[in-house]
């Protein structure tokens, strides 16, 4: 390995390390959350608020535990950088946590600016995806060809 390499992947265990400080941290404050609203017998999940409180801590934690899997992959070496498929799904789970917990008064127009960013990520890792796929189909046939 380069020492830029090294330095990267030490990097990677730093922030690795953090976010798991942070998760740790999250999830206990999450769960202490829920076993107040229990005892408290406030635990309605029809209830709007509470909804959107609990909710909004779950997908907080579903995007750390993202980054987290996405430095993973750096510092065990699978990938050399953070992969831009990544970046993108950690928008998308980030863009619809946003929606959880819109306030009930939140402006159509900003409703459609969401939306729209919601799909333009949408299509953009979709378009990723199929790429992925019509290359590694393309790998898979070119190895076929060589053994004939």
């Known amino acids: 390995m380069t ?3 090294r330095f990267e992947q030490v990097v990677a265990q730093v922030l690795g390390a953090l976010i798991a400080v942070i998760i740790i941290v999250a999830l ?3 769960i202490r959350l829920v076993v107040v609203l229990l005892i408290t017998e406030s635990l309605n999940p029809l ?3 509470t909804f959107q409180v609990v909710f909004w801590m779950i997908m907080t934690l579903l995007i750390a535990l993202e980054f987290k899997h996405s430095i993973i992959k ?5 990938d050399s950088i953070i992969q831009v498929k990544t970046v993108i799904l950690i928008a998308v789970i980030a ?3 946003k929606f959880v917990i ?3 008064e939140t402006s159509p127009a900003k409703i459609a600016a969401l939306a729209f960013a919601l799909l333009t990520l949408g299509l953009v890792y979709w378009l990723m995806r199929v790429r992925d796929e019509c290359s590694a189909r393309s790998a ?3 190895e076929a060809d060589e053994d004939e």
């Open 3 to 5: 020492l830029y390499e």
């Open 28 to 30: 206990a404050q999450l």
């Open 47 to 49: 209830q709007h608020e």
């Open 74 to 78: 750096v510092a065990l070496r699978r």
């Open 95 to 97: 863009l619809s946590r």
């Open 102 to 104: 819109l306030d009930v």
């Open 140 to 142: 898979k046939q070119g």
